[in-house]
């Protein structure tokens, strides 16, 4: 008897591996970015999805497939998992401490930079008329 | 940066220039201000020399192991006074346009 297809083991496994690679996408938006829920979730319905698919193909293997790939599937999912928390849990809260920044209530360092169109920008242009608020990012490269 | 860019009137109608700074070169500046609309200047350090002066230089933790800065915001006052500073514990989180907004509110009027 040809044995059936164990749906949830595959789908799982793209939901799984989606959860890693659209990181990226979902860090375009703040609430995505700042705790990574749509991650997470991705995760954890791979995981229920390939759980399932693993129990049904070693309690019925005569009728599911996916014993072998299956177990395959999770330990790949596992590994995907991990090095997502890793980046999570510790790569983005490498910090430096900035203890040397300006306080509140220092001056801040004047400075002098080409803008997008060559322009120079002082950070004396920029205070009058109420201020300016400035924003140091990694950039793009 | 994008969030700012889409409250930019509420900093223009306080009277608050925006502007960040990074150590990409003006052409990629130009091009991601033209991709994604800023209008806002984007400062362009490429030697991190200002980075380093503010002390959020992220030492190789760019491509290739090069120095970046790592994100920070900060409100200057007319008077060149820091009242307001957002140093994250987290890359993937950054100030909000509105945190910026309340700490211009809340900054003491200059004389």
Do not use: C
Request: no cysteine; glycine share 8%; hydrophobic share 50%.
């Amino acid at each position: 008897m040809k044995r059936k297809w164990n749906w949830p083991l595959w789908v799982g496994f793209v939901v799984a591996v989606g959860g890693l690679f659209s990181y990226e996408f979902f860090a375009q938006f703040p609430l995505t970015r700042d705790f990574p829920w749509a991650n997470l979730s991705l995760f954890g319905i791979g995981a229920t999805l390939l759980i399932f698919g693993l129990f049904r193909a070693l309690g019925r293997p005569q009728l599911y497939r996916g014993k072998v790939f299956g177990t395959i599937f999770i330990v790949i999912a596992v590994a995907l998992f991990a090095l997502f928390s890793y980046e999570i849990l510790y790569v983005l809260k490498q910090v430096p401490l900035s203890a040397q920044a300006p306080r509140v209530g220092e001056k801040a360092p004047s400075f002098s930079l080409p803008d997008q169109n060559g322009k120079e920008v002082a950070l004396a242009d920029l205070l009058s008329p109420n201020g300016a608020v400035l924003i140091f990012y990694r950039g793009h490269w | 940066m994008r969030s700012f860019q889409s409250r930019l009137s509420d900093f223009t109608s306080r009277g608050v220039h925006v502007a960040a700074i990074s150590v990409d070169s003006k052409e990629i500046n130009r091009l991601h201000s033209q991709k994604w609309g800023f209008t806002f200047p984007l400062l362009s350090d490429a030697d991190a020399e200002v980075i380093r002066r503010y002390d959020v230089l992220h030492r190789g933790a760019g491509p290739k192991g090069t120095d970046i800065a790592r994100p920070a915001e900060f409100y200057v006052d007319l008077a060149g006074t820091v009242q307001w500073v957002n140093l994250t514990e987290n890359i993937a989180v950054r100030a909000r346009p509105e945190q910026a907004l309340g700490a211009i509110d809340a900054a003491p009027p200059i004389q």
